[in-house]
């Protein structure tokens, strides 16, 4: 459920954000710089897009840097968030294409993408009790069945 919950709340905030840019500007400004948003997003996504694909080839055969990516990820999400007709995804779409900010978020993601990597669990906040790797949880033990078996040797082939 708390997953949903950013989706579920974001169109009310949206449309309650939508009419007060209504009240303050009037509503044909509002749509006009709605459809404004959905232009930049738009455009962001290509010309970001085509940009990418160039650095790609003039780089052929070298590794991005995670840096890279991770600038490349946030300026596809804002474009995404630009797409998305409301001014609320917009000012979150503004602040994704800022360097620093950026730059600020990228730190924690980066950090937490490492130690994913590395292997080493998230950490859990004090309110979740430990959970043992590869352990099922909430599942009761079934019965074990104890097998034994031998390897035959192959069969001959019967065709000629």
């Known amino acids: 459920m708390a997953l949903l919950a950013p989706f579920l709340i974001l169109p ?6 939508f009419v007060l840019v209504c009240l303050l500007l009037g509503f044909w400004s509002a749509i006009g710089l709605l459809l404004a948003g959905t ?3 738009a455009l962001l996504l290509r010309f970001h897009g085509i ?7 003039r780089r052929a055969g070298e590794h991005p840097s995670d840096h890279q ?3 490349g990820l946030w300026l596809t999400v804002a474009a995404f968030f630009l797409l998305i007709p409301g001014f609320v995804t917009d000012l979150l779409a503004l602040a994704l294409v800022v360097p ?12 937490r993408l490492r130690a994913y990597a590395a292997g080493t669990p998230p950490r859990q906040t004090p309110s979740e009790p430990p ?5 099922p949880t909430g599942i009761p033990p079934g019965p074990v069945i104890d097998v034994e078996f031998e390897d035959l ?3 001959p082939s019967s065709r000629p």
């Open 51 to 57: 940009a990418a694909f160039h650095r790609i080839q």
């Open 153 to 155: 040797p192959p069969k």
């Open 69 to 71: 990516l991770l600038d």
């Open 131 to 135: 959970v043992a790797p590869f352990e």
């Open 100 to 111: 620093p900010l950026r730059r600020a978020l990228a730190r924690p993601l980066l950090g």
């Open 39 to 41: 232009l930049a997003g």
């Open 12 to 17: 009310i905030i949206e449309l309650v954000v």
